[in-house]
């Protein structure tokens, strides 16, 4: 017997027409290169209705890319509707790619128009001519003092809008299944692999943005987005406030943390989210800002450091919401939102509990297996395994089916590759990544874990751990660590802050000091880098020889 409720596809027209109607009256603010415009989303809404018949001037495909090559602004949000509503796919390049990347994935999509902050046009127009199936480039002007070139490909964004009829009428796309945006993976190993979202995985994990134990937007917050629009649609954060009717405000090109604690301030914002790096070039500056206002700052992409939510929630009352997911899984997969249970946790013990990447939100499983074999692993807070991942938003596959294969498990979960532990409640606690995972004599270390309590030592500014051959233990790690400015720190010192923190095992067999972590495109640590740099290291005065045989103490 089947239900017999309408079948209406969950698409993106429906965020359109559902902000238009119901929250016209709301702002969008944008901060520009030189100067701060707003309008309102009724404003906003019209300009999506010109654009959205713009392609067709340009002769886009039914389904042609739509590539976006900028930062965060209302105009990119013009953008995030008006292609996927009629029927175009976004695909939002990562300005931080290399450009070699970035001419592989335009291509790779065969992107047939790309829409380019001015501001970002000397790091775009260099490649231009080896884009294959690029026909037009827009470029959004955002004040920025670069020349635009004259060229016949080159259109400006506000004339092409001013000379637009608006579309009238509901937008509509039939098939929810739908590709609706196209976001390329970086990659440490091999090309970028593109991921293809549709209208309904959009829908649905905007929804887990408005959820109580999500991001809980509401039509009373203001909403800043730091996280580019480049990497996984600002984890669905634009799409999440326009459903609920959240006012928003856009940091621009000016991504200082000056900028943005000011943008916080002056517009009360109220629910904010980006990466750990972001938040700690602003943490000196919390005291000189009123960010009263401030519910919420959404934070993952890589490991949240426990000194770091502290040191907010000391100041302002606020810690770092944690959560844990990639490109892969659009992104939102867990949160680590407190529990009934932890109320009457210690204020230590909570912050524990906040350094977590917490439960899957709902639609989403996740279960750990281990690496090798596959093998279930239970809940127990000490078993780890990689993560595997299913649900609506979850990738099936890769464009064009290119860079998969390993990536998925025979029932379709994703292998995200990343390792962690689960408490019974299963709330995820990250180790490792499974291709950085140190295994000595039989045994798993985790990097990340070794790396956090390095970080933790006050004159430590970054560290990364790697794994180095060791004739007896197979792998041994490595310490690569960097002093703050002005400090000094020996080899031993470092060890001696591990011994209490770690098992005797775990202790790096050495301590490597060097000037910066070297970092891959989107700035994440690669220790890619690190392993072609110390992979011929020998290890000379072992710290863990008194380890037994099977590599514990
Ligand atoms: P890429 O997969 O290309 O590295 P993503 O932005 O998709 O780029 O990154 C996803 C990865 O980032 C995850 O697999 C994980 O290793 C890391 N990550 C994301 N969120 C967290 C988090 N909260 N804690 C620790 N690591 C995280």
Not at 119 to 137: A, C, G, I, N
Not at 229 to 234: C, L, P, Q, R, S
Not at 366 to 374: E, I, Q, Y
Not at 438 to 447: L, Q, V, Y
Request: hydrophobic residues 40%; proline residues 6%.
């Amino acid at each position: 017997m089947l239900g017999l409720m309408q079948d209406r596809p969950l698409a993106l027209p429906h965020v359109f027409h559902r902000a238009e109607e119901y929250f016209g009256h709301k702002t969008i603010v944008t901060a520009g290169a030189a100067d701060e415009t707003s309008m309102t989303v009724s404003e906003w809404a019209q300009r999506v209705r010109r654009l959205a018949t713009v392609f067709d001037t340009l002769d886009i495909s039914a389904d042609g890319r739509v590539g976006t090559f900028a930062w965060n602004t209302g105009r990119h949000l013009e953008l995030y509707l008006a292609a996927p509503c009629t029927g175009r796919v976004l695909h939002t390049l990562n300005i931080r790619l290399f450009p070699e990347q970035l001419v592989y994935v335009a291509n790779h999509a065969e992107d047939e128009v790309v829409f380019v902050d001015r501001s970002l046009l000397p790091l775009f127009w260099p490649l231009v001519d080896k884009l294959e199936t690029v026909r037009h480039v827009v470029v959004l002007d955002d004040g920025a003092d670069v020349e635009i070139p004259s060229d016949p490909r080159v259109h400006d964004y506000e004339e092409l809008l001013a000379a637009a009829t608006p579309f009238e009428g509901r937008f509509e796309i039939a098939d929810e299944n739908t590709a609706a945006a196209m976001c390329y993976t970086s990659g440490t190993t091999g090309n970028p692999k593109g991921v293809v979202y549709s209208h309904r995985s959009t829908l649905l994990h905007s929804l887990i943005t408005l959820t109580a134990d999500g991001a809980a937007l509401s039509e009373r917050d203001v909403l800043l987005p730091v996280v580019p629009m480049f990497h996984a649609n600002a984890w669905g954060l634009p799409y999440g406030a326009l459903l609920a009717g959240s006012s928003l405000v856009f940091p621009g090109p000016n991504m200082t943390p000056q900028a943005i604690a000011g943008l916080l301030e002056r517009h009360r914002v109220t629910v904010t989210g980006g990466v750990p790096t972001i938040w700690m070039g602003m943490q000196p500056l919390l005291a000189q800002h009123d960010l009263s206002a401030l519910r919420m700052i959404l934070c993952g992409g890589s490991a949240v450091p426990k000194a770091l939510s502290e040191a907010y929630r000391e100041a302002i009352g606020v810690p770092m919401l944690h959560a844990w997911g990639m490109t892969e899984t659009s992104p939102i997969a867990t949160m680590s939102t407190a529990r009934s249970r932890h109320a009457t946790l210690s204020e230590d013990e909570r912050a524990d509990i906040r350094a977590r990447q917490g439960q899957a939100v709902p639609l989403v499983e996740v279960r750990l297996a281990d690496p090798a074999t596959g093998e279930i692993q239970p809940w127990d807070d000490v078993s780890t395994g990689e993560i595997q991942a299913a649900g609506p938003w979850i990738a099936a596959d890769y464009y064009r089916g290119e860079g998969g294969g390993a990536q998925f498990t025979e029932d379709g979960w994703l292998r995200t590759g990343d390792v962690a532990t689960a408490d019974r409640y299963g709330f995820l606690r990250l180790v490792d990544r499974t291709k950085d995972l140190i295994k000595s004599g039989g045994e798993w270390i985790g990097s990340v874990e070794l790396e956090n309590e390095i970080m933790a030592h006050p004159k430590v500014a970054e560290a990364a751990v790697i794994a180095v051959p060791h004739p007896k233990w197979v792998e041994r790690p490595l310490a690569c660590v960097v002093v703050k400015p002005g400090e000094t720190l020996t080899a031993e010192e470092v060890i001696a802050h591990l011994e209490p923190r770690v098992a005797k095992w775990w202790l790096p067999d050495a301590v490597e000091f060097i000037d910066e972590v070297p970092k891959t495109s989107v700035g994440k640590f690669s220790k890619k880098t690190l392993r072609e740099k110390f992979g011929g290291y020998q290890v000379a005065t072992p710290t863990a020889a008194s380890t037994t045989d099977d590599g514990r103490t």
